[in-house]
């Protein structure tokens, strides 16, 4: 290996546009306007910025959770010893619901109200297997057994222990219908948690009561409210699920940005101070990184936790523009653009925070490559300390067989790695000790994981019409118990819609009620009970509360907690929530309504599960997209197809390589991953391109600048590693892994590549100094 | 002013401090004694038969319902301690807590049994786990086991109380286990439920460690019984 001359770059050209050639011949003007913009922007920075969670950034909208209904926590105070811990948080619950009358809604029907409402309509509301089961236990005899057989019960000292609810159910009509697929689940909370009579959710052990709000206002100001109506009771309130998830990102945003970008900048001098060994040009380099974080923190003013991960990200790939030894045109622009593109493939995602950046991130390398390819150069003019790089670079040749092997090794690994990857949604973000508190993993462990619920809208003309959709839609949800779904809350299971109630009527009438209730009270009365205490079951048998229709529950006392699922609007709407089923390999239950169409769910898991479905169809798609820009830009910088191929196919085989390596590693895949594997992909492109550009002209190839440039990427992926935020952990180990992939591709396998497609195309050997046409 | 009330409170501090520690020895004391003497008798027991009449007091009925039976303590079929509480006649119950759980099986031949399911019911599980334990031979340490203990002054009483973090509050309020002044033996478990009933289990004609086909031939009754009722 020769030393050589290093490639030109067409600076020499007197009537091109070149930034360094503007940039050495008005070093002062350059530098001036720069620190002049520099300032500028620094005092508009501190006063635009604003930093946001982006826990559901890559969720779609409609799939996100309801933003205005965040879930409190109520728990007792670590020093707290009451003597009734239940009533203590019970007691608490109603002061915080006096104060926020308007803001608090129950998360579940209040016991009593919803125990009452079961026990008055529930022969309109079994179906007619369960009916006809009741009428077979409504014959004389059947009445004096039961009644025998509850007095046989009586004397057994587990008796009211046992879960029989005699004075709801003397006969055990309804004791079955909680095995009846739990659609009836009045008085049972989700979980382990149980329904409180004000309808909050109460944990097993009674330490820990979670209340529903239904509120516009900032965290801040709602909370100041519940801590002044608690009081000084020994109660602790706290934000758990999605409300909680989202400030733990946003405290993690504001808390470790500055330390984020200043650890990622101090690798990256290290880098570079160990490659270049020169103080000014690393020094210049840092400045010039530094501002253009100013420029882009005007540009792009709002940043998220994912955010804040691509723009270190960025910090690393950037020094692409500082260390362009080795152009893959005359101009130095197509590396560039193949940066800047390199997410352009995210536009086609359902991604929300991924098709920002697909654009936000042309506009960072925008921003990044103007001081680096013109300030620069300034810097240097004015200052000195431009590193030479005479007599570095070498000969390079290429090597067919070895990249032929090497090439066919990284693409059965990375098919073969892609049926074994662990997927991992973006429902759930990965924030370390952010993200929990002791409150949340109380949510998570005594009520429910707010996770896997999911929503659907029934509408109709006015709020009772869109409650018996609610009616029908719910029962047709409810067949699909337990296979696909857990559990659903809706109020429709509470209501009969207008035909079925004159078809239930009929049947009622066939079972002659009232004869049999009047000959249950002779019987009670007969064995020594007292019929009264039965009030509730008889009231509720001889249907004196009339039937269970939209209206009267609308109007009746189960009014207030119908809140939390009415949608306010024309048409109206009623919500119902339903649990999926925790094997997050079934995929979105297609259920049908009652005219056959498919009930459309919204949340976090349909999202999962919906992408889980198509991520490795739509991943080889952004792949694709990727390799067919990075091919263009590469062929319209050196109009040889043989090189655009080489790079296209290395951007390939760095992409199966880092999935194969994901694999083994165990790392998941999945959304979160995209931008790491789509950055690693263009680092190998560019890479790609140089060595087979400096190999066709014939020139010096600067390994050294290709590793460099790599290893700044590396550094940013260090800086990501090392936060110990597991959402960041698993992107910077990609990165490192990504782009020490592509510069090895780079250098051993694109050239050889290049070669085997020449000799398949019949050309040999590139037009010297000129261009090779594949 | 501010130095002299100071001094004063830490004075009654001083004094309030070995009385409150003393209060807690002497509960200490009780709950002891009351182990000791019930371990008297329990310690003892391989087996067990004694006269039962099961009082229950509650709103459903015009009068308490009082029914006689038996108590058997001993090893079922399989070898494991098992309890009975068997009603005399057929319009009672026999009440069996093993090794497969609690039951309420109905004398009567065709009537469902049913099942006491500590998992779903937690006031269940520590009900039965206290009533296996008020007869098992031991030292007391699962008799007052996931309970907060009360030692009346007066009489030979012991009462078990579920913790103030446990869920079986919300059915069982207290048992009250009243022992013998001489042997130690239960004589009567005043069971209140948190609903208003009080079940009163009075206990008499103490037989310990008959002869083990008594028992054999009690638990395999019982198993008959039991056997293939529908739940």
Known sequence: MVPRAPAPDGSDRPDAISLSRWATRWPTAVIGAWLVLAAVCAALVSGRFVTRGGSEALLPPEDRHLADEPLLLLTLRDDATPEDPAALLAESAAVIAERLAQERVPIAAPAGEAAAWFDAHALFLVDDAALGQIGGRLGDEAISDAIENLRARMSSPLFGVSGEEPRRDPLGLLGHLDDDGGRFSSTHGPGTSTITAAGDLLAADGTACLLQLRTTRPSDAVLADVHAAIGDRPVVAAWVGPRHVEQSARALVDDAGLRLVATALAAIAAVLAAALRRVRATLAILVCLVTSVVFAAIALPELDAWGLAIVILWLGFACEGALHLQRISARGWPAATVLATAMAPLWLSPYPAWQHWSWAWAVLVAIAIVPLRLVLPAIHARIGGAVSWEGRGFSWRALPVLASLLALVCLVAGVVAVSSLRYRGAERVGLGEYGASAAQRRLLDDFFDPASIVRTHSEGADPAAALERAALDARALSESIPAELVRVDSPGLWVARAPELERRRAALLALELPARLEHMRATLEAKGFRPDAFGEFLRGAAMQDGAPTADAMLSGALGPWLRRYLVPGKPAAVRAFVQLSPDADVGVPRIRDADGQVIALHGPAVASRRDRASFADWLGIYALCQMWIGALVVWLGTRSLTIAISAAFSTLA?????????????????????????????????????????????????????????????????????????????????????????????????????????????????????EARG | MIHRRTWLVAAIGTLAWPRRGGADDIEDKRLENRLELWANFAKRTRNLLVRLTTTRETSLLREPLVVTGTLVFGPSAAGSPRLVLRDDGLGGSTTILDERGMRIVPNRADAPATIVDGDRVPGAAWLGARLRAAFAPGEGEALVADSRTVVPRGGHRLDLLPLRDSAARKLVRSVSLHFDAVTGAIVEILIAEVQGDRVRLQLADHRQNVPDADIAAAMAEVDALAAGRRE
Request: net charge positive; glycine share 12%; charged share 10%.
């Open chain 1, 654 to 770: 760095t992409q199966c390589a880092v999935l194969a390596a994901m694999a083994l590693l165990r790392l998941p895949v999945g959304p979160a991953m995209l931008p790491a594997l789509l950055l690693v992909g263009a680092s190998a492109t560019i890479s790609a391109g140089r060595s087979c550009r400096a190999i066709d002209l014939d020139r010096p190839l600067f390994a050294t600048g290709i590793i460099v440039t790599s290893l700044c990427q590396v550094a940013a992926g260090v800086a990501l590693l090392g936060s110990g935020v597991a959402m960041w952990r698993t992107m910077g180990l990609v990165v490192i892994l990504g782009a020490t992939t592509a510069s090895g591709v780079g250098l051993f396998i694109a050239p050889g590549i290049c070669r085997v497609l020449r000799r398949v195309a019949g050309v040999d050997t590139p037009a010297p100094g000129g």
